[in-house]
């Protein structure tokens, strides 16, 4: 065996430190732990998290895949970059816009950054994006609106000071399992774990209280619990008055505790009960099923609300986004998706002028907005002008909302996938680029609490496959040979570069090296010298102040809008997701066997009864109006009467879900959308009349 080596968990955003070691006289892995000197876990580590880097599910690329007469054929590298380099040629000949690309919070920061270098400075493109604005968008354009700068206040180092824990449409004991157990452990003493969710999770099984609110009604309770404070004089008058705008005209737009507690489906009682909970030092968390919703933005805006009318925004307390992909925020800091790197304002002509001018290139290549997200840019793949579109490290086709369209678009374009793993995407591509993965990769990643440490490859790959980072500098080589400094470009380098350009802003890291990672293992940013590194945010010796034009935080006003798709004769039950404690993302590395079996429904007793008539040996079909898949089902009343529970991870499960979007952050709704439970046909039990069947076996129509 071969030497053991540190490097970070990619799985999800904790950020553990994990030692991992390969074998000797092979490639892969052997074994992977913990790693007791890092600052972030201190040995602590999710059993899945291990088993997803030493022993991972899935198919794995071997070689670099061509489309020659319908189907993938081996190649070679150089015929592969090759043909990638000159559809891109032809598409970017048409238009800037020829080119769509989506990244992902999979990649390193590296990575990241040279593919939205690539996209952004290259090509021109405002068809980018990653696939991170499916999990986080509407909590950074909450931070962003709130605070004038992204990413959560608090640290790991608030958990175990913190009175009061309230987790908010999240499943940490599942989603997050090293961070939740020191929200457990300071919740089990004198404190207090309060879940606001529709749905009894693992989480739950835990708390003190359970807020179990109708779905979708997060904005309307949250405007109740505020109501209350305001009613019970425990607002923060001396914190509001000096560091905040726009609180009055928050308490003006508040319904009655009574009418918004009905609006939430939640007896008064419980409304009082969380109030009075957050006079204690509390830390407020939230996940997917706030920001996955049409009011995502709102919902988390008025999370940020509490905090601040209560005082919560100091050590041991705080709003706390949690982050599902390993670099979410990287993601966000690093590749000019949303912003230039180190938060620098996207519309801003100087910021652009200065991105330019490191990059070498014109500012007017830049694109003078964002995009229009996901969502926006299938239905632009969909109807023109990208005529190319190149994902990497992302799996769109299970990973979307209405999935049946983002396969039809992705169907119909030119598609080059470059993944690690053989996906649903990948299937649909013309080229495909083999990347190596966890534990053969170089460069660093940047977990939730702001915190960057390395990755680093404990094992060699197969001449066929290449890293994220050099398959991007190849084609951006091709395409403009003065974008990157050479054909192969180390991860240091670029890792320098980027830290050298985010001087000054508000997400410095010109402070940051390899070798400073390499002593001190994790940094959090900001770290604009080398010896710096980011504490609590805002708070300052003399009092708070925010990147915001008045220098304070700013309230906010939302009011709860309802479901995007409510429920009706036609299709009368509510669908959410929800994380499997065994899968994440798209479940590539952790589905095994099941990648064929239908995904299983919790639904109430009571509601399974409703439609027993409609199941076959224990399975049924559920139907939304975008199309229809089958599922086994589970009796659970951990889920309310009149809704169905399905895991956001299968690939089957996003044929029905709803691409309407949160029109601040581009976030799609992925958490409410009215369904009907209908039987398969006799002919073919994975098919229902008039909708397409999971398996792809064009269902029997009405002519």
Known sequence: MSEWTPTTCMRCAVGCGHLQRGYANNYGLDTVRGDATH????????????????NPDGEWLTRPLVRENGTLVSTNWETAIGTVVSHLEDALAE?????????????????????????????????????TTLCMASAVTAYYQAFGSDAPPPTYEDIPDAR????WGANPAVAHPVMYRWIADSASGDGDLIVVDPVESETVDDADVHAQIDPGADLAFARAVLAQVVDDGSVDREFVDR??????????????????????????????????????????????????????????????DLCLATGNLRPGSGPFSLTGQANSMGTRVCSSKGTWPGQREFTDPDHRRAVADAWGIPSSRLPDDPGPGPVGIVDAIADGPPEVCWTVATNPVAGMPD????????????????DAFRTETVELADVVLPAATWGESEGTVTNMERRISRVRAATETSPKIKGDLDIIVAIGSAIDPALFSEPTTSPESVFDELCELTAGTLADLSGLSYDRLDAELAVRWPAPSPEAEGEYRYVEEDGWEFPTPSGRARFSTGTHGGLAEPTDDEYPLTLTTGRRADAYNTGVRSRGDETDAPPTARIHPETTLEYIEEFDRGKTVVASRRGSTTIAVNPDDGVPKGMVWLPIHHPAVNVLTLPAVDPESDEPNFKQCAVDVRAPQPSNPLVHEGHPSADGEPAPSDD
Request: aromatic share 6%; with cysteine.
């Open 39 to 54: 600052p972030v876990n201190r040995g602590l580590a999710c059993q899945r998290g291990v088993d997803e880097t030493a």
């Open 243 to 304: 560091y905040t705008d726009g609180f009055e005209a928050t308490v003006d737009s508040l319904p009655s505790v009574r009418e918004a507690a009905e609006t939430a489906g939640v007896p008064v009682e419980t409304v009082e009960r969380v109030a009075a909970a957050l006079s204690d030092p509390t830390l407020l968390y939230w996940g997917m099923g706030v920001n996955q919703s049409v009011q995502g933005t709102a919902t988390a805006r008025a999370l940020i």
């Open 95 to 131: 238009s800037a816009d020829g080119v769509a690309v989506l990244g992902s919070g999979q990649q390193t920061n590296e990575a990241a950054y040279a593919l939205g270098k690539l996209a952004r400075g290259g090509f021109g493109t405002r068809y980018y994006d990653a696939n």
């Open 403 to 418: 999935g049946d369209r983002v396969r039809e678009a992705l169907d119909d374009t030119f598609l080059v996938a470059q």
């Open 164 to 167: 009061t824990h309230v987790v």
